[in-house]
């Protein structure tokens, strides 16, 4: 029997692979991390029998340590997300990289012969804003992590801290987002920084559960190992954001975005979501999805039994169209979701808030220049891709590649790649880089190549007080990195300036 090691257990993913590694106990002993919470220990009460408790925090080694001795695989699932993200940064990358550093040292302190594998479930947030017509993405193409964007931003570090170390065998996952019943009751104003033409292929949560009991298994064979992969649940889950709308409202038995919505509430970037060309990858491997359509999904979730009991009682009786009323009253409590202090849309608006404005509509006059829901294009975007070069031969085996490949990978970011040997094919052993800014600094071809990461004193550090505070720099990046620029320049007028200082954050907190 295999133990495995779970984190995040009694977060929405954990949850749903708890209870799939639960399916198996000829097959698993289960050992999950949780913090010793009173909703948490009344929420596991029912399971003490069945699993193995370490009661701590991801930010402690001692109790990190402890989940990983003796264990064969760690699914490191936990951490903090959206959107208490957004309100917490700091308790955000202390929780963030802090766990992730102590899964990798409690990792490499095993025996070198059980040293166990590990799974890092990382984030489309990491990969930023991705507007049409470069909305189709993969693995491999530039991290680009949105302004503000915390929770971004710390995933995509502690993804390089797992998968730039001499842990053997690791995977990282890039978790697309989420569908599950709770999302129908979601209500706060960072639902209107998604910008309605931008899109996102969705997971199930079933299908995610199902994806951490897969990779678990004998049968996964060697070489899924030591690489990035997108979770997402098909192509009938690829859909805009104003098609997301239409099928949540739908389902909840609300009128649709047009009538509760002002256009204008919404941002026009400066979000995250794509499609992925390499989305069908993960599923060969691992034959996770469910393959429900999606429309069908939404109408399961609106008939969930962990939906208050008020709101399926609305959706079932479809009272909220029995009043010409409904629309507007539901309308005015959209906008004062718009209008919530520090995050809502339209408070931005109203308090002259220039750096959000900036950062989410490009300037007021490009807010002021959005078209009403009459005018606005609202079709399915474009299902032909367009596919960003990563700088070196990708029909090449790996296996042949030499030192010459990494130093046209590293001049296509504007670098160079200052070792002078490499043995061929070894995509493990960390080599020496210099970014164009003259930083230094170490990291395995796996990590630049097939991770899309570069220079970690290039990346975004907004804390502020920090010695190694760092604003978004993403316009100044795109003119020394010709790989960069590839995904930043369409999508951003020349003339704009980087305004998205540490400064903005002061005071936010909590």
Sequence with gaps: MKRVFLTGATGTMGWAGMQEILRYPDRYK????????????????????????????????????????????????????????????????????????????????????????VVYIGSVAQMGDRREPLHWGRTGDPICVSAYDHYGLTKAMAERIITNSPIRRWVSLRQSGILYPAILKN??????????????????????G?????????????????????????????????????????????????????SHWFTTRNFHGMWYLDGDVLENYLHFRANIPVKEYFRQMAQSSTLPSGLKFAIRSRLVYASYLVPHIVKLSMYCLAMSKEHGTQWWIRHHKSQRIHAYYGSLEAYRAIQPWSKMDLSHPSATPVILNHGYDETKPMSEFTIEDMQRAAAFRGGKCLSTTMVQGDWDTPLQWECAQGHTFEASPRLILLGGHWCPDCFPYPYKGEKNERPWNWDEEAKRNPFFAQLWAPLHEASEHNVYGSEVFEGWEK
């Excluded at 009173?38 to 001692?62: C, F």
């Excluded at 209500?187 to 995610?208: C, K, N, Q």
């Excluded at 190992?225 to 609300?254: K, M, Q, T």
Aim: charged share 25%; with cysteine; glycine share 6%.
């Design 30 to 117: 289960l050992r999950i991390l949780a913090r010793p919470s009173q909703k948490n220990k009344a929420k596991l009460s029912p399971y003490l029998d069945r699993i193995e408790v370490v009661w701590g925090d991801l930010t402690r080694y001692e109790d990190v340590l402890q989940g990983v001795t003796g264990s064969d695989i760690v699914l490191h699932v936990g951490g903090m997300v959206s959107p208490q993200a957004d309100y917490r940064p700091t308790l955000t990358r202390k929780t963030n990289l802090s766990a992730a550093t102590y899964i990798r040292d409690a990792v490499l302190a095993q025996p070198q012969d059980h040293q166990p594998k």
């Design 187 to 208: 209500y706060d104003p960072i639902m209107f920084h998604v910008p309605i033409r931008g899109v996102l292929e969705w997971a199930t949560v079933e299908d995610s």
């Design 210 to 262: 199902r994806l951490l009991e897969r990779v678990c298994r004998d049968e996964v064979p060697e070489q899924f190992w030591n690489r990035y992969y997108n979770i997402g649940s098909g192509n009938d889950y690829r859909i805009s954001n104003y098609e997301f709308e239409c099928l949540l409202l739908h389902a909840i038995g609300v009128p649709r975005p047009e009538k509760i919505f002002a």
